[in-house]
């Protein structure tokens, strides 16, 4: 084969082991994001009650592992995050918990249009050719079209990783921001049609849109 004209990490994370959460684990956690959000600064907006966790497919890289969650507020808000530990191993317990949550207004059903429901967090970096740097980004969501059975994150038209949805839900570990390439999450049938694609920069093209007009 050829030399690759684009050297970026593939598939650099663990596919899942577990799928989503459950029982006593997912209680765990529950509590490990219900902690985080007491002490979430939300700069004064009454986000309201947090209402059920939806978690979603945990993935590992560097380490750790990450299980990525949301929840809708009493007031329409929606609750995004993350609980990062250090799997088990021989016979050890997870350890190292760290929780990361914020919030934002803008969610499924204030956005009829959207077609993939998705969050996204920088959770590192990985240094290329000539100290150019990609940021590694965990990426987490759920279709809001039926069909789909497993979703992709493209770099420039590269693959670099794939989750199978479980329970309609996926967690990614790709590289982002890379000598200009942008991702792109892609949702895909069982016989491999796209079904629906998102970027990570639409919310932020839209908006320069708007002050530039």
């Not at 990525?68 to 088990?88: H, K, N, Q, S, W």
């Not at 979703?151 to 570990?173: N, P, Y």
Request: net charge negative; proline share 6%; with cysteine.
């Amino acid at each position: 084969m050829p030399p690759q004209a684009r050297v970026v990490p593939r598939f650099a994370a663990e596919p899942s082991q577990e799928g989503v959460p459950y029982g006593r684990w997912q209680e765990r956690l529950r509590s490990e994001l219900l902690a985080a959000c007491e002490t979430l600064n939300t700069d004064g907006v009454d986000i309201g009650e947090v209402g059920e966790i939806v978690f979603y497919p945990e993935r590992s890289w560097h380490g750790h592992a990450y299980v990525p969650a949301t929840a809708i507020t009493a007031d329409g808000y929606e609750l995004f995050g993350y609980v990062r530990f250090i799997p088990a191993r021989d016979g050890s317990e997870p350890s190292g918990f760290t929780t990361k949550v914020d919030f934002t207004e803008q969610t499924a059903e204030r956005n009829p249009q959207w077609r993939l429901d998705v969050c996204d967090e920088v959770i590192g970096s990985w240094r290329g050719a000539g100290g150019a740097l990609a940021a590694m980004t965990l990426v987490w969501g759920r279709p809001l079209l039926p069909g789909g059975r497993i979703a992709t994150a493209e770099l420039g038209d590269l693959t670099v990783d794939q989750c199978e949805l479980f329970d309609e839900r996926f967690t990614l570990i790709a590289p982002d921001d890379y000598r200009g390439d942008l991702l792109e999450i892609k949702l895909w049938s069982g016989k491999g049609q796209e079904l629906a694609r998102e970027s990570l920069y639409e919310d932020e093209a839209q908006e320069q849109g708007q002050q530039d007009a």
